[in-house]
């Protein structure tokens, strides 16, 4: 258990519907982060926070959108789901200071059919 | 832009047969390394990582990893596989000062060891 917990663990949804995945880091860590692994993109950076702000972006698309509250937890947001969005969505965590090392959650698995 | 590559896709082994995987980066910074492991249906977690000093790190399970730097390499080795060992293995970098913190991660490795 790396202490990172990720809601729901399994979603299955419809063209066209929005989705919110939610992320709850590590005590003590204030960075979270998004990742997407899909079979054809391997595991893609979405985005990350830091302390409610938004540090870094990566391949995120414009139908998405994620926050980070003042508990620390993060919220992804996927609107306007396409049947390539369907994947693992996985949250990390890593504590203050340098290193990089990330704890990951145990991924949402998103269907859209 | 930073890029992990990741040499092979899939390996398959016998078991107690040496595992050498490998992983080249781009970057001209300095970096920190590291390898993760995936077992099937789990979450990732990290098999070790290089931040600074000896370049050859050891990590959990048996797993070694050797930095050599003029080759922006990241070789993850072990010298007798379980079947136990059968997951997927990323190697991703984080560049020291960059934005953020994030890894960038390549391709994956999918390991697979015959009994």
Redesign the interface.
């Given at each position: 258990d790396?202490g990172?917990t990720q809601t729901p663990k399994h979603l299955i949804t419809a063209t066209g519907q929005r989705v919110t995945l939610r992320c709850s880091p590590r005590s003590g860590d204030l960075?979270v982060?998004w990742?997407q692994q899909s079979l054809d993109q391997?595991?893609q950076?979405l985005i990350?926070y830091?302390n409610g702000e938004e540090?870094?972006k990566?391949n995120i698309l414009e139908r998405f959108s994620a926050q980070q509250f003042p508990d620390l937890h993060s919220e992804l947001n996927l609107s306007s789901l396409e049947l390539g969005d369907s994947a693992l969505y996985?949250c990390?965590s890593?504590p203050p200071g340098?290193?990089?090392?990330?704890?990951?959650?145990?991924?949402s698995r998103l269907t859209v059919l | 832009a930073q890029s992990v590559s990741q040499h092979n896709h899939h390996v398959i082994l016998s078991e107690a047969a040496s595992l050498e995987l490998g992983c080249n980066y781009s970057y001209g910074g300095t970096v920190n390394l590291f390898w993760y492991v995936q077992y099937p249906g789990q979450h990732l977690q990290l098999l070790l990582k290089y931040f600074s000093g000896d370049p050859l790190v050891k990590g959990i399970k048996g797993f070694e990893a050797e930095f050599i730097k003029s080759k922006f390499s990241f070789n993850l080795r072990k010298p007798s596989v379980q079947w136990s060992d059968t997951a997927e293995y990323f190697c991703a970098v984080n560049a020291r000062g960059n934005q953020g913190g994030k890894l960038i991660f390549g391709q994956g490795t999918e390991l697979s060891v015959k009994p």
């Open positions: 790396s990172v960075s982060y990742y391997g595991l950076f990350q830091y540090r870094a990566g996985f990390a890593s340098i290193g990089g090392e990330l704890f990951f959650g145990e991924g | -």
